[in-house]
């Protein structure tokens, strides 16, 4: 998932929460004044992982492996599994741009879209994927049932919502079922 329309905003440095597993692309909840991965299809979001770094605000790709070796980092999917104690020891952050529901994602389905009614259609519900909730749940669609997310029209005349200019199964998506700042979930 990766923003495509969004207003210009300070990112936020959030600690991932002991023992959670956060990837760039993931969308976020707070959760006991940290963050994790919103990967159930009931999580409100709160913002988008752009990036994951040291507590000194270094990018985990260039920092010393001594101040995240508690975790694990995956370089190739940048993905971080925070060992327990990461709140009070390491202390490794996701880089967060917060949601306010204005901006526009574009986001992987799961499967070709528009196997399920909607799926390749402005104006429909659509959840994360959650076994990897950097992608879409391309079969759990829906006309009327507000999920996470709601797909949008792309601009080009066509009624779709694939994104244009990745095209196959990326589609452009606005959130909806976004936490309010400040709130735990």
Request: aromatic share 6%; hydrophobic share 35%.
């Amino acid at each position: 998932m990766k923003l495509y329309k969004a207003r210009n905003v300070e990112l936020e440095k959030w600690v991932i929460i002991g023992s959670g597993t956060v990837q760039v692309g993931d969308p976020v909840k707070i959760t006991a004044a940290s963050v994790d991965a919103a990967d159930a299809t009931t999580d409100l979001m709160y913002g988008l992982c752009v990036g994951i770094v040291d507590a000194t605000g270094i990018p985990l790709e260039v920092a010393s492996a001594a101040n995240f070796s508690d975790g694990t980092y995956t370089t190739s999917t940048q993905e971080y599994a925070a060992a327990a104690d990461n709140a009070t020891d390491k202390m490794v952050c996701a880089l967060v741009h917060p949601f306010d529901g204005t901006e526009t994602l574009t986001a992987l389905a799961d499967a070709t879209i528009g196997t399920t009614t909607g799926s390749d259609k402005p104006g429909y519900y659509i959840d994360v994927l959650t076994s990897d909730s950097t992608k879409l749940d391309e079969s759990n669609t829906h006309a009327s049932n507000v999920l996470q997310f709601v797909t949008v029209d792309n601009g080009t005349g066509k009624n779709s919502c694939q994104n244009p200019v990745l095209g196959g199964n990326w589609i452009l998506v606005k959130p909806r079922e976004v936490q309010v700042p400040g709130a735990q979930g």
